[in-house]
């Protein structure tokens, strides 16, 4: 798609003040030092073509080389480049979050900084929203050197979600997206420490639609910061904080287990009347002991399910705050 068929949306621009931003991009940042400063100029090249106000947000999770400096630097040159920089890794929800609830776009849109999402993209997110579309996802249909647990996995997440929350979230939806201020503000309010902001996103029930994207390899050579294990801990905190089904299976084992209880003891019973007509030769020890180290496996189940939601509960009702900004590592942001 030409960017110049991109046209400002006058009847949105013009009624706000001036300086006033029509769109924030929203960038997350964890040690991103050495490929930021391409990723600034390629991002910046083409947001300068679309003849809307806007600004750019860099949200610096926590990181331990010179992502911090690099961002402000970059803030100094142009006033429309903001920094929010938070105290420690508070991980990359988080860090979007930051982004999103200081945004003064009317439109805002989040993107990673590894490259992987085709900025040349945007235009097309803008022209969706100025059609009055709301909130426009980027779906990921294709995904260069991602691994068989990733590619595989991902998938496996979708269907075991869908299946807990009896919604259905597409395949490959990310980050990559563009919501209306109206959402943003219903965003803020969810507090929950433990999150996924697409999920969060996806259950405020607006109209969404889709734009399909084959994902670029990541700029520099870089690797993912997501290892399989904090992968897994995203997948599970989506899990619990978007469905309560996994507290029943607990009762869906018990529902299982009776029965089964009920016809092994009635096999022992007349296994030990008929004299062992079945020729198993095992002892009414040994049944008993499957039985019961069956039945503790099926008790450790449904105590770590349980765990899982108390620890949930536990971090909610800690009441802290969801991040702390560094003031002295941010930038133009007026709002926490």
Known sequence: MAIAKLKPHATIQDKLPAHAPVLSIVVPLYNEAVILRDFHSSLF???????????LIYCNDGSSDDTAEIALSLAETDRRVKVVSLTRNFGKEIATTAGITVARGQAIMTLDADGQHPIELIPEFIERWQAGEKAIIGVRVSNQREGFVKKYGSK???????????????????DF?????????????????????????DWLGYRTSYLEFDANARMGGMKATYSVM???????????????????????????????????????????????????????????????????????????????????????????????????????????
């Open 156 to 174: 496996l997440f979708y269907k075991i979600l869908n299946s807990l929350t009896g919604r259905r979230l597409v395949p490959g939806v990310s």
């Open 45 to 55: 090249g083409l947001l300068d073509t679309l003849g809307l106000r806007y600004e």
């Open 177 to 201: 997206r563009l919501i209306d201020k109206s959402i943003q503000r219903e965003f803020i309010r969810m507090t929950e420490r433990n999150r996924i902001t697409r999920g969060l996103i």
């Open 230 to 336: 904090k992968l897994f801990k995203l997948a599970t905190d989506s899990f619990i904080s978007m469905s309560v089904r996994p507290l029943y299976l607990t009762a869906y084992f018990g529902a299982i287990v009776l029965p089964l209880s009920l016809l092994l003891g009635l096999v022992m019973v007349i296994n030990f009347l008929l004299g062992d007509p079945f020729n198993w030769h095992v002892t009414g020890g040994a049944y008993v002991m499957v039985l019961i180290l069956f039945l503790i496996g099926v008790i450790m189940v449904s105590q770590g399910i349980t765990g899982m939601y108390l620890s949930h509960i536990h971090t909610e009702t800690q009441n802290r705050p969801l991040y702390v900004v560094d003031r002295s590592l941010s930038k133009g942001i007026e709002h926490e």
